[in-house]
């Protein structure tokens, strides 16, 4: 996946969510993640380091709260932020574009996935094919006409289930947003289903 923020583009956006409330570490991540509609969620390790550094330079402070550490910018903290007004705003813009790209690459995601389910389905219609011209019996013959049939109407199943899918994550990523891991898991998931139809053939 290509890199969401530019070199200290992050650390400056730290600052400017520190700077509508303080927060905890995980709060600062789920924002982050809110922000890119779910297409892109920090690792702690991202985060934490940043936060530490923005401490050791003053520009925040932490404080506990029961177990967990509350992050609040300081003073010099909101001058620096209102010096770099406007990178602030190419940051912003620099999001927008992230939230796009990340986006295109869930669809991309999606497309190759169904595209080798299609391969795989036609590879089994041509092996069918293929054994049914060698000495075909009756039964065979009706056994290929209903494979045909089955895979026409198993690839019109496929169509209307990938513009389905594409409409839902387009849904969801313009409301609550799509989870980071959204192409792993559908990706795991229609290996399964492959594997699965595959397994049922003699």
């Not at 000495?135 to 198993?154: I, K």
Request: glycine residues 8%; without cysteine.
């Amino acid at each position: 996946m290509t890199p969401v923020f530019s070199h200290g583009s992050l650390r400056l956006y730290l600052l400017s969510l520190l700077a509508e409330q303080p927060r905890h570490g995980y709060e600062l991540i789920q924002a982050l993640s809110d922000r890119f509609g779910g297409t892109y969620s920090p690792s702690a390790g991202t985060i934490y380091p940043r936060l530490a550094k923005l401490e050791e330079e003053g520009l925040v402070t932490k404080s506990a709260d029961g177990r967990k550490t509350v992050y609040e910018i300081t003073d010099a903290g909101r001058t620096e932020l209102l010096a770099r007004e406007g990178e602030l705003g190419r940051v912003e813009s620099e999001v927008t574009e992230s939230v796009r790209r990340l986006a295109d690459e869930v669809r991309s995601g999606v497309s190759a996935a169904m595209k080798g389910l299609r391969a795989d389905l036609a590879s089994a219609a041509r092996q069918t094919k293929a054994d049914a011209s060698v000495g075909p019996t009756p039964a065979d013959t009706g056994t290929h006409v209903a494979s045909t049939r089955a895979l026409r109407e198993a690839d019109l199943v496929l169509n209307e289930f990938r513009h389905q899918l594409r409409a839902d994550l387009r849904t969801q990523a313009a409301g609550p947003g799509l989870p980071g891991e959204v192409v792993t898991d559908l990706r795991s998931q229609l290996d399964a289903v492959r594997a699965s139809i595959l397994a049922t053939r003699p």
